[in-house]
């Protein structure tokens, strides 16, 4: 099992949340919220509002999200479902898992090249595709 991070469309209550519940693409066992022990900057980018947290350790905020024990056939899935490696890079990060008192590093898929604009995007530590920044998530099925 791998520990993986999820803090876009893929958390509880999420638009792509579903994909996780589904036991045809394998397991995700849910371990507890988190957040990244480093700052990062998670931005809502491009036409169709699509959350990224960039891979610029340091800079922005600590990013809220959950964490789950994923198996490799989850993993293959995920990295299909979220176009890894174009789309999305699934790098490591540390996070911090609320209540038990302990870091964990686990795989997050992370924006390591992007137009030099998104670093100046408001930054965001708690996705929410319904949020007040009203930049609502267009699901793939409209594109
Ligand atoms: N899905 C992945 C990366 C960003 C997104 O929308 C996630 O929720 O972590």
Redesign the pocket.
Known sequence: MAHMF??????TG?P?HQVLLDGTHGRAAFQGRGYTVELYPLVIAGEHN???LLNLPGQGRRVA?EVYAVDEQMLRFLDEF?GCPDM?QRTRVMVAVEGAGETLWCF??STATFPPEWVHLPYHDDYDSQGEHGLRYNPRENR
């Open positions: 999820v803090y876009g469309t893929l958390k999420q792509n699509i959350p990224r999200g979220e999305y997050v898929y």
